[in-house]
């Protein structure tokens, strides 16, 4: 078995969005094997357990991640991970990856995945609404599908969002009040919210939304009146319906999982697309398993080893 390190060493963005994409076309046809995530509560966060097999690529295995918020605050990331790969014919471990950094660039490409599909325009202005790790990943896989015109970032900690403007080297980028950041063509939402952050009424017909922050019961950070006004397609239904932005609304009543638009597995296969292009898009991302196994496949090609003997 083999320890892999450095693993985000000169990978291509585009091939990460175009495996990516790939694994979800895979799920778009059922070729894939994945249960939804569990979860395990802990005090100050949580872990949760990701197993899959992915045919295509010939691998299969199981993520372990966590999510802590408090983390910063200790110089520790909120997000950290380990994916172990198993041989799929003796089920061996074969391979452990520090997930940690794959798990930010794997969840961007599915929000550039999603923008390249769902979006009515080539050229962009892109809203960030959250100004952490999972932004900047997001951004750096969109500008890869889009053209990235300008970027509008906020966050509560508004020196972190002037911050995070002044680091953007490649984009004009501002930091913005609240309303004007939801004032774009591609909004991407990634905080840890529990209530509503961007309101209905500050979105504009024609914006794609990646709603990425709400990945475990009780989060939200969209107003449920945006998922009535849209077309809401989310990674994998029963996840999402358990811990995606949907799950709020769906237990209140407000929204039903058969207002969803379908999965975008479907929509990169042409079973399902936007419908007209002054319609509200959201995607609705809770995290694949899939998509750690296909980033794992391109960092295993990359990443020094160091051998660890098993059984």
């Known amino acids: 078995m083999q320890y892999y390190t450095d693993t985000t060493k000169s990978i291509d963005l585009k091939e990460v969005n175009q495996l990516i994409e790939t694994a979800f076309a895979d799920h778009g046809r059922g070729f894939v094997q994945m249960p939804p995530k569990m979860y395990i509560t802990l005090p100050e966060g949580d872990f949760r357990t990701m197993p899959a097999y992915l045919p295509s690529l010939s691998l299969a295995g ?3 991640v966590n999510v802590h918020p408090g983390n910063p605050a200790r110089g520790l990331p909120t997000v950290m991970a380990l994916t172990i790969i198993l041989d799929i014919a003796t089920g ?39 100004t952490g790790r999972q932004a900047e990943a997001q951004y750096r896989a969109i500008s890869q599908e889009l053209d990235v015109s300008g970027i509008k970032c ?23 009040p609240l309303e004007k950041a939801c004032d774009c063509d591609i909004l991407v939402t990634t905080t840890p919210s ?5 309101r209905s009424e500050w979105v504009k017909e024609g914006t794609h939304i990646n709603a990425i922050g709400a990945d475990a019961p009780g989060k939200q ?17 029963p996840q999402a ?21 379908g999965t975008l597995g479907e929509v990169v296969i ?34 020094q080893t160091i051998d660890l003997p098993f059984p």
Not at 254 to 261: C, V
């Open 62 to 64: 199981v993520k372990i």
């Open 154 to 176: 906020w966050s509560r900690n508004s020196l972190h969002a002037e911050k995070f403007a002044l680091a953007v080297t490649e984009h004009d980028a501002r930091s913005v």
């Open 194 to 198: 529990r209530l509503p952050v961007v």
């Open 92 to 130: 061996a471990p074969v391979a452990i990856l520090n997930a940690t950094k794959l798990t930010d660039m794997r969840t961007g490409a599915a929000g550039a995945v999603a923008a390249k599909y769902l979006s009515p325009k080539k050229e962009i202005i892109l809203g960030l609404i959250g």
């Open 221 to 237: 950070e969209l107003d449920p009146l945006l998922l009535k006004r849209g077309q809401v397609f989310v990674d994998d239904l």
């Open 270 to 303: 042409g079973m399902k697309k936007r419908k007209k292009a002054d319609q509200i898009t959201i995607f609705d991302s809770t995290g694949l398993a899939i998509q750690d196994l296909a980033i794992a496949a391109i960092a295993m090609r990359n990443g």
């Open 241 to 261: 319906v358990h811990s995606g932005e949907i799950n709020v609304p769906i237990s209140r009543g407000i929204f039903t999982p058969g207002e969803i638009a």
